[in-house]
């Protein structure tokens, strides 16, 4: 599968200027509220920012060198059981991006995205499983 248009799509929000943090929270609170008082010490949205950030970091590597991001995902995944974080968790999160990029792009998201993320995401599901 080609990725590249996941690709395009993190590089159009990236020159759009639009930091995605608080739109991918609302999405995620307002489908799954019990989230919402596991991140009650980040009143600032300081370690939701950087969460994203880097999850788009790994999204991206997963779509392209494929050097660090599924480890690192994996190994996020067993982190984050202390934090009170279910494993599947993940995959509702990576989809939650995902629409939440869809929205934000507007005119910008084409079908061909919509097409490569979502055969990346379940690719990513089975390589995590692997
Ligand atoms: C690849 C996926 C993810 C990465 C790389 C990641 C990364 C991080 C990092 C670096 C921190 C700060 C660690 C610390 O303060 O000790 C953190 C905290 C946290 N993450 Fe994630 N995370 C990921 C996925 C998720 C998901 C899917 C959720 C659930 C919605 C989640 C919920 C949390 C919570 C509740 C905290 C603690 C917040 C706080 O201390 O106030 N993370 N994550």
Redesign the pocket.
Same mark, same amino acid.
């Given at each position: 599968m080609n990725y590249a248009p996941v690709v395009a799509s993190l590089e159009r929000l990236a020159e759009l200027d639009i930091d995605p943090t608080r739109a991918v929270y609302a999405r995620?609170f307002a489908r799954y509220p019990e $989230?919402e008082a596991? +991140? /009650? &010490?980040?009143q600032r949205y300081l #370690? &939701?920012g950087? $969460?994203v950030q $880097? #999850?788009m970091e790994?999204l991206l590597d997963y779509a392209t060198d494929r050097t660090f991001g599924l480890p690192?995902?994996q190994a996020?995944r067993v982190n984050?059981v202390t934090?009170?974080?279910p494993n599947a #968790? +993940?995959g /509702? +999160?990576f989809g939650v991006i995902q629409e939440t990029i869809a929205e934000l792009l507007g005119d910008d998201w084409t079908p061909a995205m919509a097409a490569a993320w979502g055969a990346m995401l379940a690719s990513l599901e089975l390589d995590i499983v692997a």
């Open positions: 995620l $989230m596991l +991140f /009650i &010490r980040d #370690v &939701r950087q $969460m $880097m #999850v790994n690192m995902i996020e984050h934090l009170g974080v #968790v +993940f /509702i +999160f």
